[in-house]
C-alpha cells in the first residue's frame, strides 16, 4: 500500500519522531528532548510547554478565549433578553459571529502565508478589545439593539477570521516538528477548558443581567493576551515566491491539500460535523427552556460540553498512534449516537452526561484532524491550508445554525436534534465503510 503523507513525514515508528532529521528545526524552534515530567511518557501530550514561545502562546490563548466565552454567552444571553428566545434571532447572532470565518478566512490564509503571522494576531486582539469596549458601554448605557448586537458581533467574527489561520500557523511554529501533536492537542484542549471556565463566570453575570461586565471582561483579556503574544520570540516567515493574486494561491492551497492525502477528506469530514453537528448549540437556550424547563440550565450545558471537549482534545494528546480518518468516523460515529440520545432525553442529569459525550467526541475528532493536517502540508502553505480547515471548522457553522435555527422553529427542537445526529452518523459510517480504498490507513 501507497504511504499517506503523514507516514513519510513521521517515519515508520511515530514514537521515535523526534530522532528523525526532518523534525530537527521548525521554523528555528530546535527539537530537543524535554526532561522530567514532560520528557516522559506520561507527559507526551504537555511537551510542547518545554518551549517558552508555545508557552506565551498558550497562556494568551487561555486568557483570550476565557474572554470571549464570558462574552459570547453575555451576548447570547443579552440576544434572549432583547428579542425574547426567538430562536430565529439566536440563529443571526451565530450566523453574524462566524460568517466572516467562511468569506473571509482564505483571504486571512493567504496573509498569514505573507505577512508577519505574530503582526497578524496582534492586531486582531486589538480590534477585539476597541469592539468589546463598545459593545460594554452601548449595553451598559442601554443603547444596544438586536440588529446592532447582530452588527458588533459581525466585526468580532472579522477578526476572529484574520486571527484564526494565524494563530494556528504561530502554534506550529512555536515547537519543533516531533511535538507539533501536543500543541496542537494542547491548544485544543485550552480552548475547551475556557469554555468550562468561561461559563462558570459567566452563569452568576447572566444572572445577574450585567452583560456589559462580560464585555469589559473581553475587553481587559484581550489586552493581556496581546501583550503576551508581543513577547513571543519565533522566526519570522520567508515566504516562497509565487505568481498570481489572491484566488491564484487559494487554488494552489486547494491543490495541495488535494496532492497530500488524506487532508482533503479530512476537511470534509470538518465541514459535515460543523454544518450538521456542532450548529446545534444554536438552539441549546431553546431547548433548556421548553425541553428541560429553565433557561438558565443552558449556562450548564456549556459546562459539560467544554469539561467532555477538554478532555477529549487532550486525550489525542495522550495517543501514541498516528491520526487516522477510520480513527476519526468512529469518533463522529460516536457523536451521532451521542447527539441522537440527547435529542430525547427529558432529564437535566442525562442531558449533561450526554453534552459531556458529545463535547469530547466533537473535540477529540477536530483534534485528530487538524493534527492529521498540520502534519502533512508544507510550511509555506500552511496558514492557506489552515484557514480551509477554519472555513470547514467555523465557516460553516452561521449556515448549519440559520438552518437548525429555522428548523426548530417550525418543526422542533427535539426533531431537529434528531435529524443532526442521524446525518452524522451516516457521514461517519460512510467514511468508516469506504476508508480503505479511499482515504489510506
Known amino acids: 500500500m501507497v504511504k499517506t503523507h503523514v507516514e513519510e513525514s513521521l517515519g515508520a515508528n511515530p514514537g521515535n519522531a523526534a530522532l528523525n532529521p526532518a523534525d ?40 483570550n478565549q476565557t474572554g470571549f466565552w464570558i462574552s459570547h454567552l453575555g451576548m447570547q444571553g443579552l440576544m434572549v433578553e432583547l428579542a425574547h428566545n426567538d430562536p430565529l434571532w439566536l440563529g443571526m447572532l451565530f450566523f453574524a459571529l462566524f460568517i466572516p470565518a467562511f468569506a473571509l478566512a482564505p483571504v486571512a490564509g493567504v496573509a498569514a502565508d505573507r505577512f508577519d503571522r505574530k503582526r497578524i494576531m496582534l492586531t486582531s486582539y486589538g480590534f477585539v478589545a476597541v469592539c468589546s469596549a463598545a459593545l460594554a458601554a452601548l449595553t451598559a448605557s442601554g443603547w444596544i439593539t438586536p440588529p446592532g448586537l447582530l452588527a458588533l458581533a459581525l466585526l468580532f467574527g472579522t477578526s476572529f477570521a484574520f486571527a484564526g489561520p494565524a494563530s494556528f500557523a504561530l502554534a506550529a511554529n512555536a515547537v519543533p516538528a516531533s511535538d507539533l501533536p501536543s500543541a496542537v492537542s494542547l491548544q485544543s ?68 491539500a488535494r496532492e497530500r492525502r488524506p487532508a482533503l477528506s479530512a476537511l470534509s469530514m470538518v465541514a459535515t460535523l460543523s454544518l450538521f453537528g456542532v450548529s446545534h448549540m444554536v438552539i441549546m437556550p431553546v431547548y433548556a ?32 498512534a498516528r491520526p487516522s480518518m477510520r480513527g476519526a468516523a468512529l469518533l463522529m460515529l460516536g457523536y451521532g449516537a451521542s447527539l441522537a440520545i440527547f435529542s430525547i432525553t427529558r432529564t437535566l442529569a442525562v442531558a ?22 498540520q502534519q502533512i502540508v508544507a510550511e509555506a502553505k500552511r496558514g492557506r491550508v489552515m484557514s480551509l480547515f477554519q472555513v470547514a471548522w467555523a465557516g460553516l457553522v452561521p449556515w448549519g445554525g440559520l438552518a437548525i435555527g429555522a428548523t426548530a422553529g417550525a418543526i422542533g427542537v427535539t426533531e431537529t436534534l434528531g435529524i443532526a445526529a442521524g446525518i452524522c452518523a451516516a ?11 479511499e482515504h489510506g490507513p
Not at 471556565?197 to 456589559?212: K, Q, W
Not at 440550565?297 to 489525542?316: D, E, H, K, Q
Open 352 to 373: 449533561l452526561v450526554l453534552q459531556f459525550a458529545i463535547g469530547w467526541t466533537y473535540f477529540a475528532v477536530m483534534t485528530s484532524l487538524q493534527t492529521l493536517i
Open 289 to 320: 427552556e421548553q425541553v428541560l424547563g429553565d433557561v438558565e440550565y443552558f449556562a450548564w450545558i456549556v459546562v459539560a460540553t467544554g469539561a467532555g471537549a477538554m478532555l477529549g482534545a487532550l486525550s489525542i494528546g495522550f495517543r501514541e
Open 189 to 256: 484542549a485550552a480552548n475547551n477548558l475556557t469554555r468550562v471556565v468561561g461559563p462558570v463566570v459567566a452563569a452568576p453575570i447572566l444572572a445577574a443581567g450585567r452583560f456589559e461586565w462580560a464585555f469589559g471582561g473581553f475587553t481587559v483579556a484581550a489586552m493581556l493576551a496581546s501583550l503576551l503574544i508581543a513577547r513571543m520570540a519565533v522566526a519570522r516567515l520567508e515566504p516562497e515566491p509565487e505568481d498570481g493574486g489572491i484566488l491564484a494561491r487559494l487554488a494552489t492551497a486547494f491543490r495541495h
Open 24 to 63: 530537527s528545526v521548525a521554523m528555528g524552534v530546535p527539537a530537543t528532548r524535554a526532561s522530567g515530567f514532560l520528557g516522559s511518557a506520561r507527559g507526551r501530550a504537555f511537551r510542547a510547554l518545554a518551549h517558552r514561545p508555545y508557552r506565551l502562546l498558550f497562556v494568551a490563548f487561555l486568557v
Open 427 to 437: 457521514y461517519a459510517m460512510g467514511v468508516l465503510i469506504f476508508a480503505g480504498v
